[in-house]
């Protein structure tokens, strides 16, 4: 059957939401991801900005001496994810056959929907149109006969790009003289090992064997057909969700447990509030110690199902607990993982607020989220998280 698949990409999108937001922004070389002077790397940037040579997974010290006139910003990850959640939104109005590759980017399967919604062209001009007017943000959109090709259509005319490639014919018109690393599949060193061959382009491909391409192991084969034009990936919408956990590195290291447990409570919070805005609770909580010679180790306690703040921490405390800390420490991560599938709503019973401390402790913790949740992050906050908020700034 013939398929029609459509993949869609933000263009820069951290950075986007950024100009977007503050329009003084607008024309400037804008990188995010950290700021000058720190370890971070590069998560993304405007086209202004790379035209100075600056990319994403680049560090920010290189960045800035690329460009110095740039104007870095941190991540704002909780806003990113806001808007990510009204583009996944659009993109499932017309179809649950969705592979999610990261928050802005993503295929959709959308033969069996185009007697609902009109041709896939149609749906991926609709989409680009809506998306825009929803977020203020542009996105390029490719169609193709196969993931592959729909990838290849996307990037074809970035930014705000939209480009179909009907079939495999016109897929091989498309690349066939362009050097092979524009392949998916293909990256620095597999391109590095069939120069050295003399492959350069992607009809320098054709006339071989399959087998040919042997040297570059499993790899070799897929290549050799996606040369051709054939894919047989299929869009295969992402599992749910195995784990929910962040993790932190400090520019300067941690030294007392006190430090450490702050952030534990720091962490737990956040990991317990997507755990409640995805509407999930894990089993197991694990915390990461990563020391400042670069050794990390991993306690892990399984509990009840659990989605509370609290009880993370808590938990995430006792673990601490069987950790030595005898060197200073760079990384610390709180994972809550073993989820459980959709949860029934329970009823609040009044044997619920008598019960013992921890129970109270999570109804409380309920409480100051969804006040959050209606009136905006940081609304209401637990003493200690002020205190620990406080320190965490001048840490981190
Ligand atoms: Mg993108």
Known sequence: MNRKIIHIDMDAFYASVEIRDNPELLGKPVIIGALPGTRGVVSTCNY???????????????AY????????????????????EKIHKIMESYTDMIEYVSLDEGYMDVTASEKFFGSAEEIGK??????????GLTCSVGIGYSMTSAKTASEEKKPDGFFVIPNREAFVELIHDRPIRALYGVGEKTAKQLANRGYEVVSDLYELNPSDLDFLGKIGKEIYLHAQGYCNREVTPNEEQKSVGREYTFQSDLTTREEIEEIIHFISRQVSNILKNKGIKGKTVTIKIKYSNMKSITRSRTISYTDSARTIYDTGIKLLGF???????????VTVSNMEGEQGEKQLSFEDFVSEDTEINDKIDDVIFDINKTMGRGSIKTGKEMLFEKNFRNKN
């Open 65 to 84: 001496r690329l460009c110095p006139k740039g104007i870095f910003l941190n991540t704002h990850m909780s806003k990113y994810v806001k808007e990510s």
């Open 126 to 135: 609709d989409l680009k149109k809506r998306v825009f007017e929803e977020t």
């Open 323 to 333: 950790v030595e800390l005898n060197h200073p420490v760079r990384l610390v991560g």
């Open 48 to 62: 202004e900005a790379r035209k100075y040579g600056v990319h994403s997974a680049m560090s920010v010290s290189e």
